[in-house]
């Protein structure tokens, strides 16, 4: 992609100066997309087809009637999102079956903005992992590294959007699956609030975790986005009193609040990373501990396993060995969880909302890194930080899980460089419903930052 | 109690035209509750207390300053609610321990505007029955025949307004257990919606499921007490959208649905005394069926059972031989059910909102029989009516379910007598939220039915 197209703004500012063509732009994805292919990025990608939808653009535009801004733009879709022109595999051999042969609601309303929907990322099967090393394509690589992992479950799009494939590309979150890869990749990872944004049509994982969110190439590209992510939607009856998006406001004074303590640790590198943007910043950052962070931690992993077991009841009777490993193993875990045991979990959620809303000195954003690491190696199990030693799995959804135990809408900035030359990502959540202010906020922090991004192989 | 004060209304009345000062109810009160003894109503009444609050009351109203216009009106309450005066038990063995000394939202509200707390009511234990048949204190006797059992788990508060005790008093709904001693004893019962009453310091038994109620001798009594009931509670998060109550409008006009068909038979008697007072409206009743209701019954009990399992947890672990033993094989039950059988019980309640709000035709109040059979006798284990055979607790929940897992407003109205002599009552179950519109439609038809209210020994 030529190098003043490479963000979804960019790509609007030149549709709209004519400076590009939605075809000039399909081409650019189409050769950098075979330049990449070693990513394992995509699943799925029909050149022929990307070409057809930007040719139907163009004419839109030539006659002057451009279906929104951003009619013509490429974005891609992690493989989780039903399309109706390529095919749904949650990349697990296992498929999702009788699905109906329709777009998720994210998906029909970018494709009713125009937006070309290139083709289908890579993911971690069915969600259902944060390292995108199990998927039944293979592995995703990360355009910074290739002995590193890209980060998941949507590993596909961050690679797709660090490489310069799609300014954008879609993704689901449960416990970090949008920013993990986003951190990992280098790239930019939204998640909106719990509700806000309509999951039909999204596989599910656990569906009271779950949020559609996106991977971008710049901070500017989220607010062209969002509008077609939020709002009410009667097939997700969750999203009935979802405000549809409304303008991002600037703002210099905001009130910050640095989460440290026991379960929060980072490795050293992540944790003076954060502490160099926290101290370039105006606004000042509190800093608080959430007590007896594990047994939220539980509480989110209890609601994940059991909920996902009950979405592949009937999977697992018919297919069990037919998933990977891993995710067959929790799925069995998921099934011996007992119903008080979940209602426990479900207790301590709303009793972590309560801590977050109502006990913390009031605040506009949390601050954490996204990840206590950069992104891990292939072959690692573990990693080492802060005197522990943590499963890798683990290590991805760290931080993470906050967010989406809570329902908050959180962003992942790309803010640093480690030694080793991978990218460090910082996270920012937001009060529930307050998905523009966080915005703002993360647009504040992007500009004191300055952060140049890094593209493999420009 | 003197038969012109039998009604809060009543009540309300006289003492506003000085007819009658508190001291004077309160002594009523106190008489009345000695002579029916018998049918072991009340578990705690201190007579002093009584007459102390009501002497307070009486200053208050002699300086012409009453709290409320239900200043001085004697109220008793379900021995689940937590009082500062009183004692709370939930008539069982295994009391609730270290509880704080306060009252419950509801009594506080209705303390605050000057009624006066007589004491408190017998129950089922811990709510977790609809017969009263299990209480620490033995069994409440039916005010219309010594052989009857009140129904339950309010069977206190439903035996106490039936014989004249009270006017009104609380109770606690989680499949009925407000409306089915109101039926069984010929008195008025409602359940206000999920949501709009405070549960603070109402012990639970199913806190997705439970409502605290009001039971009365008349129909304008709700009205006068609601507004004590309804609105935003800070100790009870449920709340947190709770309107406060509404004047009630008198409505002539409104669309009815008679719920009928497999799972919702009953019997000869109680079928015909329906259709009675269906056939005596002017508004035109559509009969409607709900496919496979069993199902939904199910996850009505699969919530409870999992719940109150959870509720009592650490209670279970030190002293499970001291619960009754249907209370124990309940609990034990509970503890059985997997979180994947939870979450399919909680998907199912879902959709059971949704056939009701979305699938049937339009409605104001969906009509059932309160009860499928008249009060039992002691000692009968089961019921039989429409070519079935049904356990006695069973047969007390068969309709009352519904309004619980829906969350709907709900109200039970005395509308005939049996051959045996027994009450027979109607239930009316509103929209969410439409609590003051379900009332007019009850005092519509209450009017139109013109029952006259036959009251034990008066």
């Not at 101290?279 to 994940?304: K, M, R, V, Y």
């Not at 426990?344 to 601050?367: C, E, G, H, M």
């Not at 009060?431 to 647009?443: F, H, M, N, V």
């Amino acid at each position: 992609m030529k190098s003043q197209n490479r963000t979804v703004a960019e790509q609007v500012e030149s549709l709209f100066r004519c400076n590009a063509t939605p075809v000039d732009l399909a081409h650019d994805v189409i050769d950098r997309a075979s330049e990449c292919i070693g990513l394992n990025a995509f699943v799925s990608l029909d050149p022929d087809h990307v070409v057809t939808q930007a040719k139907q653009s163009d004419l839109r535009r030539r006659r002057g009637r451009p279906l929104s801004p951003i009619d013509g733009v490429p974005i891609a879709v992690k493989d989780n999102f039903l399309t109706q022109d390529y095919p749904t595999t949650a990349c697990s051999n296992v498929g999702p079956g009788g699905q109906p042969n329709e777009d998720a609601t994210v998906v029909a309303n970018l494709r009713a903005a125009g937006a070309v929907i290139v083709g289908k990322t890579n993911m971690h099967e069915w969600a259902y992992g944060a390292t995108n090393t199990y998927s039944r394509f293979g592995a995703t690589i990360n355009p910074h590294n290739e002995d590193c992992i890209s980060g998941g479950s949507s590993g596909g799009s961050g690679a797709a959007v660090a490489a310069g494939i799609v300014g954008a590309a879609l993704g689901s979150d449960t416990g970090g699956s949008v920013r993990i890869p986003a951190s990992a990749c280098g790239v930019y990872g939204f998640k909106p609030s719990y509700g806000r944004a309509s999951r039909h049509g999204v596989l599910a994982l656990s569906w009271s975790l779950d949020a559609p969110g996106l991977l971008s190439s710049s901070i500017d590209d989220i607010p062209l986005l969002l509008p077609y992510f939020l709002g009410v939607d009667k097939r997700d009856p969750t999203t009935s009193n979802a405000k549809p998006f409304s303008r991002v406001q600037n703002i210099d004074d905001f009130k910050l609040i640095n989460l440290v303590g026991t379960g929060l640790e980072r490795s050293e590198e992540v944790g003076q990373a954060l502490e160099k943007v926290l101290g370039n910043i105006s606004s000042n950052a509190l800093s608080a501990t959430i007590p007896d962070i594990q047994s939220f931690f539980c509480a989110w992993e209890t609601i994940l396993h059991c909920e996902a077991s009950s979405f592949h009841d009937e999977r697992m009777k018919l297919y069990l060995d037919k998933f990977g490993e891993t995710m067959q193993s929790h799925l069995l875990a998921g099934q011996e969880i007992t119903g008080v045991e979940l209602l426990y979990a479900q207790r301590l959620r709303s009793k972590f909302l309560n801590i977050l809303i109502n006990q913390l000195p009031y605040w506009d954003a949390l601050v954490l890194p996204t990840l206590p690491v950069v992104a891990p190696r292939f072959g690692e199990q573990t990693q080492m930080f802060g005197d522990r030693v943590v499963s890798t799995q683990d290590s991805m959804t760290w931080f993470c899980w906050l967010g989406n135990l809570a329902g908050l809408p959180a962003i992942s900035i790309p803010v640093a460089t480690s030694s080793s030359g991978l990218p460090i990502g910082l996270m920012l959540m937001g009060r529930p419903g307050e998905d523009e202010k966080l915005l703002s906020i993360a647009k504040s922090i992007d500009k004191s930052v300055g952060y140049t991004q890094r593209v493999w192989n420009q």
